[in-house]
């Protein structure tokens, strides 16, 4: 009987110790340790035509009536010359309502980038967005 519990109890301890652990890396990623990031801050890199969107975290409920929880960061990549308007806030909210509307469904890879593209395509009247890139993709 103590094996037993000894068992249930360790098997119980781990699953906590997991989560703590998934619970550190999300903070420590997205620099909630370090310090907050600015919202969609355009980072440099070596062609300087990435636009990086970071904490989403979306609730999801699938088929099962089960509770999801979607932590990603998305990158956009831009066509050449182009720059993304002033409207971030509104950039970023087209993104959070696709990601709500389409992540509870099985074809979660390609098609959520090109919904995610096409809508922010369509929502800044240009071809100004060339590729969506997924740089932290959890569903807990």
């Known amino acids: 009987m103590t094996l037993l519990s000894r068992l249930v109890y360790t098997g119980y301890c781990k699953k906590i110790l997991i989560a703590i ?15 907050q990031k600015s919202e969609a801050s355009l980072i440099p890199d070596c062609c300087g035509k ?3 969107f970071n904490d989403f975290i979306v609730l999801l409920r699938d088929s099962n009536r089960k509770d999801r929880l ?12 182009m720059k993304v308007s002033e409207e971030i806030a509104g950039l970023r909210k087209i993104i959070y309502k696709t990601l709500k509307e ?5 074809e979660i890879g390609r098609k959520l980038k090109e919904a995610i593209k096409n809508r922010l395509n ?6 100004i ?3 969506v890139y997924f740089t932290k993709f959890f569903v807990l």
């Open 122 to 127: 369509s929502f800044m009247g240009d071809e």
């Open 21 to 35: 652990c998934l619970c550190v890396a999300v903070f420590a990623g997205s620099g909630f340790v370090q310090g």
């Open 102 to 106: 389409l992540s509870g469904s099985p």
């Open 70 to 81: 979607l932590i990603c960061d998305v990158a956009i990549e831009l066509n050449q010359g």
């Open 129 to 131: 967005i060339k590729s």
């Open 50 to 52: 990435f636009q990086y």
